[in-house]
């Protein structure tokens, strides 16, 4: 598993945490900053990073920022990712399970250390079920193809 991570100057310890997580269980990954604790913009690093996963250059993507909200959101809009904003274990294990989440996000300003280490060894180790949920991931699929092709015929 290839794992593509980066969070904005709200993020970075926690990085630091994950980076240590992700050497812990041997998962190779690429850290995509940011790289100071002046202020940048979480969409300069969450859209990069989830067009990563999106193409499948990487297979998973840690995203955190203050919040998670703004990383979420953000990943959220590239097709074909699904970015779960989790602050509890049992969140990470379902969303894994049930939504086959292909990205996390996270908020330093919301969770400790100590959890989102807890919380992103739950996600990168947990698997998705399949069977009736690979048929609601299929709507989402679904739908994500029709407004690309909409886009399209309105020459956008
Ligand atoms: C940055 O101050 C903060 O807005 C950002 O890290 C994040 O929480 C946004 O959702």
Redesign the pocket.
Known sequence: MKVALA?????IHIREVIRELLEELGIEYQDFGCDCET?VD?PDYAMPVAEKVANGEFDRGILI???????S?SANKVKGIRCALVHDVFSAKMTRLHNNSNMLAM???VIGAGLASEIAKTWLLTEFEGGRHQNRIEKINKYEEIEASSGSEKGE
């Open positions: 969070s904005d100057h709200g993020g202020s979480y920022c203050g919040t998670g909200i703004g990383m959101i908020g330093e300003r």
